[in-house]
T-cell receptor
Framework: EAGVAQSPRYKIIEKRQSVAFWCNPI?????LYWYQQILGQGPKLLIQFQNNGVVDDSQLPKDRFSAERLKGVDSTLKIQPAKLEDSAVYLCASSLGGGTETQYFGPGTRLLVL | GDSVTQMEGPVTLSEEAFLTINCTYTATGYPSLFWYVQYPGEGLQLLLK?????DKGSNKGFEATYRKETTSFHLEKGSVQVSDSAVYFCALSDRGTGGFKTIFGAGTRLFVKA
């Protein structure tokens, strides 16, 4: 069974530029999560989708971050414009449902904003 | 709100030593508790979980018991190996107003010396 796929693995941009990350969850998983992991900290949930609907985006900085999950499968997370403090690893995870099931994580995208 | 606190690292042990990584939590409901592990160069993966009080999760020689009275979920292993060197994250998943939310601790880095 294929795992959660993310691309790109690394990205370096200058502040005020835009960037987009892509995630393809495990086939059949209804719930998709985007996390931000700043160096030395645990992952922080940015947004959670159930199929193609948003369940929780309370910690998403909506003035610069946006995410979509068209057709309830893969998802993109965009930052526009980027700030220095956005430098982090962006993790995508998926689970079968939206309860307390195990989440399966992708390898992450490491973003550096200069 | 809900939170997870785990002991700061790094923790450095010799091979075959006993490991304890402390984790305590605060939650308004009755959360499920997890330990995730991140090996060097890899994504997060579930190590073990417990869904109700007094449950014991176990995997690969690691154990953790859900203690509601002390709001703790400490990770233990009787004899660590060099291959256990990784970052360990304690996490909880609890029902909130917008559905289930997962909160991670800051992570504890473990180094095991041969």
């Amino acid at each position: 069974e294929a795992g959660v796929a993310q691309s790109p693995r690394y990205k370096i941009i200058e502040k005020r530029q835009s960037v987009a990350f892509w995630c393809n969850p495990i086939s059949g998983h209804a719930t998709l999560y985007w996390y931000q992991q700043i160096l030395g900290q645990g992952p922080k949930l940015l947004i959670q989708f159930q199929n193609n609907g948003v369940v929780d985006d309370s910690q998403l900085p909506k003035d610069r971050f946006s995410a979509e999950r068209l057709k309830g499968v893969d998802s993109t997370l965009k930052i526009q414009p980027a700030k220095l403090e956005d430098s982090a690893v962006y993790l995508c995870a998926s689970s079968l449902g939206g309860g307390t099931e195990t989440q399966y994580f992708g390898p992450g995208t490491r973003l550096l904003v200069l | 709100g809900d939170s997870v606190t785990q002991m700061e690292g790094p923790v450095t042990l010799s091979e075959e030593a006993f490991l304890t990584i402390n984790c305590t939590y605060t939650a308004t409901g009755y959360p499920s508790l997890f330990w995730y592990v991140q090996y060097p160069g890899e994504g997060l993966q579930l190590l073990l979980k417990a869904t109700k009080a007094d449950d014991k999760g176990s995997n690969k020689g690691f154990e953790a018991t859900y203690r509601k009275e002390t709001t703790s979920f400490h990770l233990e292993k009787g004899s660590v190996q060099v291959s256990d060197s990784a970052v360990y994250f304690c996490a909880l998943s609890d029902r909130g107003t917008g559905g289930f939310k997962t909160i991670f601790g800051a992570g504890t880095r473990l180094f095991v010396k041969a």
